[in-house]
């Protein structure tokens, strides 16, 4: 069992609905705000890299996608449950960073012509990881498991706001955190925040840019006035900001002991076997992503 896990959010016991598409379910996790659980598992060819939490807003008068699933097949069955939901038109698909079982499915969405938002340094990080991504994840999934790429057609560098009549969401493009592109977006018609990977609920976090600057941010997002948050992975709603404690605790841990590893003379290889062992059992896929965190952090903490 994992300690000290927040509490799911939400005044109201938040609804389940089911979709049409086996195993695809989204949560009403606040009025009009669905969201799909992804699996607390590494992409396989069984789970189809259904991994993220990926979902769905709507307003009076259109819908915004935030984030499109990890394959075309995911990206194509949360394009349907949407249609189930509302007729309304997808105008907006927010991409919340460039890591494939966010994005993956962003092709199923093209012929919604909507506009596609990402942080102003997505582009760049698409160029350099997107071919890999489709190799690895065509060799997984099968050819054409991604679809062709698709990259934003309207850029955050600070911050911005899309109307979906009568519900402004308000974006927010980070400095680099969990990855160097991290896009959030906060409902404030019901205190609602999205910061997608930038918070981690049970499954063990990745870290892919700067624990620093990932430690910063997530102290900026537990200042607003949000009352519940909706993760990249994990739960689709924590209590916010008491959310975010797990999270806070492992960058913590995770920083404190390797700069002390690095300060006694420890090699890296030292530093991956003993900084952060205390945290092993309160995190799933802990053995898979830990090791990749020291690697990250050490390599960061010898700039310092």
Known sequence: ???????????????????????????????GIHFRRGRDEDASAANGDAIANVGFIVGRAAVAVFDTGG????????????????PLPIRFVLMSHVHPDHLSGAAAFVRDRPQFIGHARL?????QRADYYRTRLDALLGAGGVGPPVVPTRLVADRDE???GDRVLRLQAHDVAHSDCDLSAYDPQTRTLLPADLLFVRRIPSLDGSLTGWEQTLAGLKRMDAVRAVPGHGPVSVDWPSGAGDLERYLGVLLTETRAAFKRGAELGEAVETVGRSERGRWLLFDEYHGHNVTQTFKEVEWE
């Open 71 to 86: 394959s075309r097949e995911d990206g194509e069955r949360l394009r349907r449950r949407i249609g189930e939901v509302t």
């Open 1 to 31: 069992m994992l300690g000290g896990l927040a509490a799911l959010g939400g005044v109201a016991l938040p609804a389940i609905t089911r979709a049409g598409d086996a195993g695809f379910v989204t949560r009403e996790v606040a009025p």
């Open 123 to 127: 582009p760049a990080a698409l160029a």
């Open 162 to 164: 899309i109307d979906l």
